[in-house]
């Protein structure tokens, strides 16, 4: 409260003042995004450390220590030794989506371990990422009825018409202030994952849904806040394609966008990925109630800053002690950090399309380009830090493809990462063991793939050729129709998960592969 505004209720009648409602200067917002089930810490550093930090073809996403990060007991504690510096019920606790799956205890807990830590922290909201559909919707409007906090997506439409879940806003009081905030999901989560866990949702447009709710929002409160599962390109499309929106907290593309990023009069802002950072973004207020300025910094949830919150801790430990001994299994040792990359050849994938190759004896392996994950530290490396990079069932496949289909496949990966329309990304570069090319987004589209080489010999258009890939691939996953037509598919009774697993029991060491078989000319950006 300014000096002013206490100056003038000295002056007003005792029975006046519970009548003057003053607004708060400031109003903040702390957020999450892509948690992927990340209950436990993991160790970071510069360059690569969840996936895509240090990928060369996205905008810089680094960290600048060495340590252990992240793990929900941290990040409950990082989050409120932030409500404990600021005035009551000026807080809203925010989640941008992708938040129950991908790693050991998500999966074995179908996503409730993540919903009971979030609710005993006391978030407020979560916006419906793809990946929140992983255990099929069944399973997601039950995780929703488990919640003390609303998961909604305003683009994500059930059979009748109406947004997934229930409305998809909230409108919070907040100091006197109210903060309407509109729940996005991704808009092509259909071609994301198993058609069979969302058939009878609709997945639209994001854009043209904020538009449909705008007026509403403005209507209900003072500021509009859109908790958006979209991507950093979107939301930028959606700043420069709809007026009134204050600020948009965004997720999917494991950005880290702090101080907050301005267009025109919307903020965008976003806190990287996997509970390692704590998003806390100010949003400023005039005497009057207006917004006048947004401030915005990623905070890292190193453990030399923050001590572990003990009940958050208890609560995650009595879901890992069922599954401590199967997740400590130790595969091998890694001499190097091996990191998942997005939109570039990627050092993990390329280990796991040669152990799918030697398991299948296939000329090429092709996977999808897949963007969650924490990379693997110099050290042990047990399952459970495999699985945070393998999480899901997928099995393998062999099957045929001819040299024209494959160079279909990649040329369709370049579309995947530079598409005309920012809504039609989708995926990251098809990530290829036993193959070379050379991949140059500034050619015509049909033109941008050139010199791919499989053994030492360029490929033959219609020569056939052996391809080892999981059930995601085979079923035409990213867009990648060449699939649906390929010869002799055979599915296989293990998953890509053992595949590697067995592969890496097999070495002493793990060492980084060399990555020179792809040559990217103007690796694609935000």
């Known amino acids: 409260m300014t000096y002013a505004i206490r100056f003038l209720m000295c002056l007003l009648p005792v029975w006046a003042i519970s009548a003057v409602a003053v607004a708060a200067e400031r109003v903040t917002?702390?957020?999450?995004?892509?948690?992927?089930?990340?209950?436990?810490?993991?160790?970071?550093?510069?360059?690569?450390?969840?996936?895509?930090t240090g990928d060369p073809g996205r905008a810089a996403a680094q960290f600048e220590g060495t340590g252990a990060i992240g793990g929900v007991a941290w990040l409950a504690q990082a989050i409120e030794?932030?409500?404990?510096?600021?005035?009551?019920?000026?807080?809203?606790?925010?989640?941008?989506?992708?938040?129950?799956?991908?790693?050991?205890?998500?999966?074995?807990t179908r996503g409730k371990a993540m919903v009971d830590a979030m609710n005993a922290i006391g978030y407020d909201m979560m916006a419906l990422g793809n990946h929140d559909f992983d255990y099929g919707l069944e399973r997601t409007q039950m995780l929703a009825r488990m919640a003390e906090f609303p998961m909604r997506a305003a683009n994500v439409r059930a059979v009748d018409g109406t947004p997934v879940l229930g409305r998809p806003w909230q409108v919070f009081e907040r100091g006197g202030i109210r903060v309407a905030v509109l729940a996005l999901g991704y808009q092509n989560t259909s071609e994301t994952g198993n058609p069979d866990n969302f058939s009878t949702l609709k997945f639209g447009d994001g854009i043209a849904a904020a538009r449909e709710y705008l007026p509403q929002l403005r209507a209900a409160a003072d500021v509009v806040v859109v908790l958006s599962h979209q991507g950093t390109a979107v939301d930028r499309a959606l700043a420069r394609s709809v007026?009134?929106?204050?600020?948009?907290?965004?997720?999917?593309?494991?950005?880290?966008?702090?101080?907050?990023?301005?267009?025109?009069?919307?903020?965008i802002v976003q806190?990287?990925?996997?509970?390692?950072?704590?998003?806390?973004?100010?949003?400023?207020?005039?005497?009057?109630?207006h917004l006048n300025d947004v401030e915005s910094r990623a905070l890292p949830v190193w453990h030399a800053d923050f001590d572990s919150d003990p009940a958050i801790a208890e609560l995650v430990a009595g879901y890992v002690e069922p599954h401590r001994g199967r997740m400590e299994t130790v595969l091998t040792r890694a001499v190097d950090r091996i990191g998942r990359q997005y939109k570039s050849p990627s050092a993990f994938?390329?280990?796991?399309?040669?152990?799918?190759?030697?398991?299948a004896g296939t000329?090429?392996?092709?996977?999808?380009?897949?963007?969650?994950?924490?990379?693997?530290?110099?050290?042990?490396?047990?399952?459970?830090?495999?699985?945070?990079?393998?999480?899901?069932?997928?099995?393998?496949?062999t099957l045929e493809l001819t040299g024209a289909q494959i160079g279909s496949v990649l040329?369709?990966?370049?579309?995947?990462?530079?598409?005309?329309?920012?809504?039609?990304?989708?995926?990251?570069?098809?990530?290829?063991?036993?193959i070379g090319y050379t991949?140059?987004?500034?050619?015509?589209?049909?033109?941008?793939?050139?010199?791919?080489?499989?053994?030492?010999?360029?490929?033959?258009?219609?020569?056939?050729?052996?391809?080892?890939?999981?059930?995601?691939m085979a079923r035409g996953l990213h867009r990648y129709a060449a699939f649906t037509k390929a010869e002799n598919k055979t599915i296989h009774d293990m998953t890509v998960t053992d595949v590697v697993a067995q592969a890496l029991k097999t070495r002493n060491i793990l060492t980084a592969p060399p990555m020179n078989e792809v040559r990217l000319i103007r690796a694609v950006t935000e």
């Open 29 to 52: 917002l702390l957020h999450t995004n892509d948690l992927h089930g990340r209950m436990l810490p993991f160790e970071a550093a510069p360059g690569s450390a969840t996936s895509q």
């Open 81 to 108: 030794s932030e409500r404990e510096t600021r005035p009551d019920n000026t807080v809203v606790l925010l989640d941008a989506g992708d938040t129950f799956s991908d790693s050991y205890i998500g999966n074995a």
């Open 243 to 267: 007026d009134g929106i204050d600020l948009i907290v965004g997720g999917h593309s494991h950005d880290r966008i702090t101080p907050a990023e301005r267009i025109g009069d919307t903020f």
């Open 271 to 289: 806190a990287m990925a996997d509970g390692a950072m704590l998003g806390v973004t100010e949003l400023v207020f005039d005497e009057g109630g």
């Open 349 to 359: 994938d390329r280990i796991v399309g040669e152990a799918m190759r030697e398991q």
């Open 363 to 397: 000329d090429v392996a092709l996977m999808p380009g897949v963007g969650y994950g924490v990379s693997i530290s110099p050290g042990l490396v047990t399952r459970n830090e495999l699985y945070t990079l393998l999480p899901h069932p997928a099995k393998l496949v």
């Open 411 to 434: 040329e369709q990966s370049a579309t995947n990462l530079a598409p005309a329309e920012p809504l039609d990304e989708v995926g990251g570069l098809v990530q290829t063991a036993g």
């Open 439 to 472: 991949l140059d987004f500034r050619k015509p589209i049909g033109e941008r793939v050139y010199d791919i080489v499989i053994e030492g010999r360029s490929l033959q258009p219609n020569e056939s050729y052996t391809v080892a890939t999981n059930t995601g």
